[in-house]
């Protein structure tokens, strides 16, 4: 099977280089040419436009940054959709919401395409070792067609019904996320703010019944203010309107993750939006300033 990726981010690049490692003839696109070049000196092909990378492939992987971009990949709107979708295999990996994959499933369908969502739990460091979490869902024979794939980057992958079954557990696995690492630097705040050692509560934490590698991994970052990216605020802010969205529409109340979802929005408006998601932190510390 020729295969495509499409989408060199922060997660992209690294989970195409995993499949390239692993030996899948790989041809790469990204709207911008520049994360291609590593990707070429390793032995990938790289597609000057989306239209050559349908050309050149049988199966397309999308790990793009939003609903735009997947239209625009696709040319969705536009007069070379059934061309590129037909007699292929589209995997969307990125994080959208259920409405759009079930309406992006139904147009490809309709076209003589196959559809496959695969959106991922996990970051960057993650997306480097190749021990993601994928969640799958779609038609059994495409998604029997789609698994083999999934290896290289993921210790897992695990099916869980039709389309928009996997961006719907996805959005509610990154409330539980997203919830959580606000927790974390309500917590540390307070730890730092009672003039604890922010190491030792990082091990304490690790070595009780809520140590987990999310808490480890986020709390070392705001112990050390090491807010390099793993996970973008701009992602998760993208992602937790998503989430808020969902829930609205199903007439679910989700207090916690508005609540999250405005700390992480202050982070960004103060021009974080490239931070790892730990800088949730900040939010904390502006607001005790402001106080």
């Not at 990082?202 to 808490?215: C, D, H, Q, T």
Request: proline content about 4%.
């Amino acid at each position: 099977m020729r295969v495509g990726f499409a989408g060199l981010g922060l997660m992209g690049r690294p989970m195409a280089a995993n499949l390239l490692r692993s030996g899948v003839p790989l041809c790469v696109y990204n709207r911008s040419a520049g994360p291609c070049a590593d990707l070429h000196a390793r032995g990938a092909q790289v597609a000057a436009l989306a239209q050559d990378l349908f050309d050149r492939c049988d199966a397309v992987i999308l790990m793009l940054a939003d609903d735009e971009a997947v239209d625009a990949v696709l040319d969705r709107r536009g007069g070379a959709f059934a061309g590129r979708v037909s007699d292929r295999l589209v995997i969307n990996m990125g994080t959208h919401s259920p409405d759009f994959s079930r309406l992006l499933e139904h147009d490809i369908v309709g076209a003589g395409g196959r559809f496959v969502e695969a959106p991922v739990s996990g970051s960057r460091g993650p997306a480097e070792a190749g021990d993601l979490f994928a969640m799958l869902a779609g038609a059994s024979d495409a998604v029997a067609q789609a698994r083999p794939l999934m290896a290289p980057m993921c210790r897992e992958a695990i099916e869980v019904g039709s389309v928009p079954s996997a961006m719907a557990m996805k959005l509610a696995v990154n409330l539980y996320l997203m919830a959580s690492v606000t927790a974390l630097a309500e917590a540390t705040h307070l730890a730092a703010a009672g003039g604890l050692d922010l190491f030792r509560f990082g091990e304490v934490i690790a070595k009780g019944p809520l140590g987990s590698s999310v808490a480890a991994a986020k709390l070392d970052k705001m112990a050390r203010r090491d807010f390099a990216p793993q996970a973008a605020i701009r992602d998760v802010v993208k992602n937790a309107r998503l989430v808020t969205a969902a829930a609205a529409s199903e007439g679910v109340e989700a207090p916690l993750m508005r609540e999250s979802m405005a700390r992480f929005e202050s982070v960004l408006e103060q021009g974080g939006g490239m931070l790892d998601m730990a800088a949730v932190l900040m939010a904390y510390e502006t607001q005790s300033r402001d106080d």
